[in-house]
């Protein structure tokens, strides 16, 4: 009786995953029961506004703009996620990105301080893993399968893949 419940409500779970996040189809096998909560933040109640970003989000996380993602990522699904997509930003397939992160494609116009400057998209490549409060501002790329460390500023891009890049201004540490 126990494993019938269990099989029902998975079901039911992915059932609801594919009816709120069609574009995201790999979240229904991967982890549909812990997405259903964000469902109800998201979807229902349109916390922050995110009712039309097509991926769960946390309900204290904060994604807007041009933001394009890939397979199997979801930015802004940990708590408190800044994403600043006005030029635009570029996941790759596997970003996993870690509480607090804040990533800014725009910078503000040294004249008129209300307006922004047009700039290059960010680009994160695949297999990247991004640390709790990392910042990435406008126009960085990252490599191909590196590791931002916890807490660093990424202000310049990092073209050299498999690194891991650390500090504040971010520079590669090492290859892994």
């Known amino acids: 009786m126990r494993k019938l419940l269990i099989s029902i409500y998975t079901r039911w779970c992915k059932l609801l995953v594919h009816l709120f996040y069609p574009q995201k189809k790999e979240l229904a096998d991967w982890n549909a029961c812990a997405t259903k909560k964000y469902i109800f933040w998201q979807k229902i109640l349109n916390i922050n506004g995110m009712r039309k970003i097509p991926w769960p989000v946390h309900y204290t996380s904060n994604v807007g703009g041009d933001i394009t993602t890939g397979y199997m990522t979801t930015p802004g699904m940990m708590p408190g996620i800044y994403i600043n997509g006005m030029n635009g930003i570029r996941f790759g397939s596997n970003v996993y990105i870690a509480s607090g992160v804040k990533i800014i494609s725009a910078n503000h116009d040294f004249k ?65």
Not at 128 to 138: C, K, Q, T
Not at 143 to 157: D, E, L, R, W
Not at 166 to 175: E, F, H, L, T
């Open 112 to 176: 008129d301080y209300s307006k922004h400057t047009k700039a290059n998209p960010v680009i994160i490549g695949d297999n990247v893993w991004i640390g709790a409060n990392a910042v990435i501002l406008p126009e960085v790329t990252i490599a191909n399968g590196c590791i931002i460390g916890a807490g660093a500023v990424v202000t310049k891009s990092c073209k050299e893949e498999n690194c891991i890049i650390a500090g504040n201004p971010a520079k590669k540490i090492r290859k892994k």
